[in-house]
Structures are given as C-alpha cells and as structure tokens.
C-alpha cells in the first residue's frame, strides 16, 4: 500500500448527551458536531491511531466542555446534562485526507470544517 506525502489527520463527530428535565423526562441531544484536524507529513497508520488518542480524543473532550456545554448549562428546558463521557462521541469520519473537508453552508464552501488542534 502505498502512503501519501502532505494531507491532514482528520476525525469529525457527533456527540450524543444524555439529559434529563425536571418533569423526569429524559433524552439524547446529538445537535453538536464539529472536528478536529492537524497537518501530517503522510499518510501512516501507527502515527494516525497515535494522533487520535493524544491528540483529537482530547482535543474533543475540550471542545466539547467550551461549546457544548456552554450552552446546553444554560438551556431553558430544565435539562441536566450529564458530564462529559467519551462514550458519547460518535465518530464519522476518521481519515488521513491529502485536502480538508469543507462547509457545506452557503458562502463558507471553501472554509475547513473543524478546528486545527
């Protein structure tokens, strides 16, 4: 197998909270996408599978304690969202890419979707 030169690490996911209000009811908010990104040299499996545990895993985590929760603290519905659990995350992409994925909204199609940690 042949392994590029020049691209990113990329992960992209979805996290999936468990909450409940104050009525007893209970749910899931899975509203919260994002990714991560870093430059790679190329394209290699050990450095990827390294990358995604010391790298993107913790750089979900903070991303998802500034932006997420942020806001979901402060919901009006009477949710309590429980903390943070990487068994949450649900992955949808996981990739070398020799080019960044993109926005899809109007007037950012050529902004990097996720953020460079």
């Known amino acids: 197998m042949s392994h590029k030169p020049g691209g990113y690490f990329y992960y992209r996911y979805t996290y999936m909270c468990p909450w409940t209000d104050t009525a007893g009811q209970s749910g899931t908010d899975n509203t919260y996408h994002s990714a991560v990104y870093t430059p790679a040299r190329k394209q290699d499996h050990t450095a990827q599978t390294a990358w995604y545990n ?61 953020k460079q940690v």
């Open 54 to 114: 010391n790298t993107a895993m913790p750089a979900v985590k903070a991303d998802i304690g500034k932006n997420f929760y942020g806001d979901a603290d402060r919901n009006r519905q009477g949710r309590t969202y429980e903390r943070y659990n990487q068994q949450y995350v649900r992955q949808e992409q996981f990739m070398w890419c020799s080019k960044l994925p993109t926005h899809t909204t109007a007037g950012w199609e050529t902004v990097p979707f996720g």
